[in-house]
């Protein structure tokens, strides 16, 4: 995507934008003519009939969309230190 010193968009945990953030890749996305863009989310974070969720079934229309499960960290408290 950023070879040769070109340009891309990355926005990262989509999944928690709200619909006046939302407004930022639907405006800039059609405009990127020759730049690549990659738009991060958590599919089981989605809520249905939210701007996020309502942009990515748009996005799946006009873009590739390719989901990648990630491994949910577990948390041991234990492990934690407290001074």
């Known amino acids: ?3 040769a010193g070109g340009a891309g968009l990355v926005v990262d945990d989509l999944q928690w934008a709200d619909a006046s953030s939302i ?3 639907e405006a800039v ?3 990127l003519v020759g730049v690549g863009a990659v738009l ?3 599919p089981d974070e989605l ?3 939210n701007a996020a969720s309502t942009f990515v079934t748009r996005a799946r229309a006009t873009l590739t969309v390719i989901e990648i499960a990630s491994p949910r960290r577990k948390c041991h408290p234990r492990t934690v230190r407290r001074p």
């Open 23 to 25: 407004w930022i890749p």
């Open 47 to 49: 809520v249905p009939g």
């Open 1 to 3: 995507m950023l070879a």
């Open 40 to 42: 991060v989310y958590r």
């Open 29 to 31: 996305l059609p405009r």
